[in-house]
């Protein structure tokens, strides 16, 4: 699956549909029939339980950022405590 193997990269739903030959109805369609969630939130989700997993491991919470996709600590310091409701800095403590 793209998301689970290239979920550092930038990925957009141009790019997804390019990938997999669908346009964006048929793409969110067919994707949150099977898996009852959009393909932002699955790569959202993907990202955060990888993330989650680095922060448990020791490391820290801008090297994380920058293995999940996120280019600024700042931007997934917020997504991460949106997501988890609490801040990255506080998995490993």
Do not use: D
């Amino acid at each position: 699956m793209i998301l689970l193997t290239q979920y550092q990269q930038p990925l957009t739903e141009n790019y997804l549909c390019l990938k997999v030959g669908l346009n964006k109805t048929k793409l969110k369609n067919g994707f949150t029939k099977l898996y009852n969630i959009s393909p932002s939130q699955m790569l959202l989700a993907i990202r955060m339980h990888k993330a989650h997993l680095l922060l448990e491991s020791g490391m820290q919470v801008t090297k994380t950022a920058w293995l999940v996709g996120y280019p600024y600590a700042n931007n997934f310091s917020v997504a991460f405590s949106r997501y988890f409701g609490y801040p990255p800095n506080s998995v490993f403590k």
